[in-house]
């Protein structure tokens, strides 16, 4: 990928390192470990960058910064390659025993200044994820691209299949009971779960004394989310905050006790992680007042364990059906629901197919083809890149909905990722055999075990993807079996552009 440099290949050739077998020191192989982490972490980062319009020069000037050190590093990483293949010649030629191959090891090192070259390194490495940390880019890339945080802070217009799921969410909220409840909105990414919960925000929040709106994110800043909510509970309150610099201990307290005794409404956006929610809830209090909360998150064990002490219930978001998804697609184009020329008609039946109900992956499209020429050839210039990773990489507009499953991708564990993105061998849509993927990740090397065995663990990491919201289950049968699965387009499509 141009826009990340020659990351992509420094990472192939560090994992090479790691897993040819080639005789190293021991703090020389952890060192290079510690550079493949890293490195993945910038390319994810650098991929997120490209093609955004906006930035400022501090934004630009990290991923030049990045580009740098991909391309110094790579250079350094071949040298080192080529005297790792002569020593290890000169190994077996030489005598086997521990003491007398250390001896060599070091000499070699020693000669080549190895070592200090790997330190030196790290010590780039370092200092570029100290300066990312600096200019806190992590949450700067989701603030420039996420757009749930225009559901979350605007008012929704052109939605369409919305008052039903409102209703019901409304429903859930408003069942007879004193204590406090939640509702979790649970789904993959793109489907709407932010604009669901706030259109029922909007429609039942003036019966509540107090209320708020706030997205927690995957890597969250809690000081800020509670500024955040304060500000919305009190403004008084958030005055004094600021202007006498309250830590985050005032600020738990403060919002406690202005809860306290009053009816309220909450929604608390994109819940990642089990342990976030625990931390956040405690903040709280149960007024036994019919206080109400709505959690949107994209992970179901997350969705289960907000729920799990409140008498609280989970709404399964489902995607849109195709008269829906057509309804969205030429409102947003056209501004109408049945506006669309004849010539267009069969191209846009085969674009929604691919968006698959997504309403996110819809409106993005939607955008793309507003700004083209309204013709037949266009359009299938289009078509033919959705699904081949080309809208990751070709179009300043168009990536929203990448940058959403680029999120949930980065929130992966390393052997997760590994997993997922060997499913991009599949051809996109294709209905995928349950049993076949996770005999094939064993049989790849992906699957490690420290306890159980490895169909165990493979069965593990698949359900996993599948709690995540990355894989789609198509084919269960009535013994709860899992039988085939399929990868939505839209991540099928970002899976593609990482994995070239």
């Known amino acids: 990928m141009v826009g990340t440099g020659a990351l992509g290949s420094v990472i192939v050739k560090l994992a090479t390192l790691l897993g040819d077998g080639h005789t190293m020191l021991k703090s020389v192989r952890k060192d290079i470990a510690f550079l493949e982490r890293e490195l993945r972490t910038m390319q994810i980062l650098a991929t997120m960058l490209v093609g955004m319009e906006g930035l400022d020069k501090l934004a630009k000037g990290c991923m030049g910064s990045m580009r740098d050190l991909g391309h110094d590093m790579e250079e350094c990483i071949d040298r080192f390659m080529l005297r790792l293949d002569e020593n290890d010649m000169e190994m077996e030629a030489a005598p086997t025993f521990p003491r007398s191959t250390a001896r060599q090891l070091k000499a070699m090192f020693a000669r080549h200044g190895v070592g200090a070259q790997i330190k030196k390194l790290k010590a780039r490495v370092v200092e570029e994820g100290e300066r990312r940390r600096r200019l806190n880019l992590d949450n700067y890339v989701q603030m420039m691209i996420d757009p749930r945080l225009a559901a979350l802070h605007g008012v929704a217009k052109d939605l369409v299949a919305i008052d039903g799921p409102r209703n019901e969410v409304i429903s859930l909220l408003t069942e007879e009971s004193v204590d406090l409840k939640v509702v979790a909105v649970v789904g993959g990414a793109g489907l709407g779960k932010t604009a669901l919960a706030m259109e029922a925000y909007r429609k039942i929040g003036r019966h509540f004394k107090c209320r708020a709106s706030v997205s927690v994110s995957r890597t969250p800043d809690r000081d800020k989310l509670f500024k955040d909510l304060l500000s919305q509970i009190d403004q008084a309150a958030f005055h004094d905050c600021q202007s006498e610099r309250w830590d985050k201990d005032q600020l738990i307290r403060q919002i406690r006790h202005i809860l306290t005794g009053k009816r309220y409404f909450l929604v608390i956006d994109d819940v990642w992680k089990e342990q976030d929610w625990k931390f956040i809830k405690g903040v709280f209090p149960d007024n036994h007042n019919g206080s109400r909360i709505i959690v949107t998150t994209r992970i179901a064990n997350v969705a289960k364990s907000t729920c799990s002490n409140s008498g609280g219930q989970l709404y399964q978001m489902l995607p849109l059906n ?25 191209i846009s039946a085969r674009i929604l197919r691919k968006c698959g109900g997504l309403p996110l992956a819809i409106i993005t499209i939607a955008k793309l083809l507003s700004n083209k020429h309204q013709t037949p050839d266009e359009w299938e210039r289009l078509q033919g890149s959705i699904g081949t990773g080309l809208s990751y990489k070709s179009d300043n507009h168009g990536n929203g909905m990448g940058h959403i499953s680029l999120l949930s991708y980065w929130d992966l564990p390393h052997h997760l990722k590994t997993c997922l993105l060997y499913l991009c061998i599949y051809p ?23 306890r159980g065995n490895l169909y165990q663990e493979a069965e593990s990491c698949f359900s996993e993807l599948v709690n995540r919201s990355m894989i789609q289950l198509v084919d269960v049968d009535d013994g709860n079996f899992e039988r085939y699965c399929q990868v939505h387009a839209m991540v099928h499509d970002l899976l593609i552009s990482l994995s070239d």
């Open 428 to 450: 996109e849509g294709e209905y995928i055999s349950c049993e076949e993927v996770k005999w094939k990740w064993i049989l790849e090397g992906f699957i490690a075990t420290k």
């Open 322 to 346: 195709y008269i829906d998804s057509r309804r969205l697609f030429f409102r947003r184009i056209f501004h109408s629901d049945n506006s669309c020329p004849p010539q267009l008609e069969k």
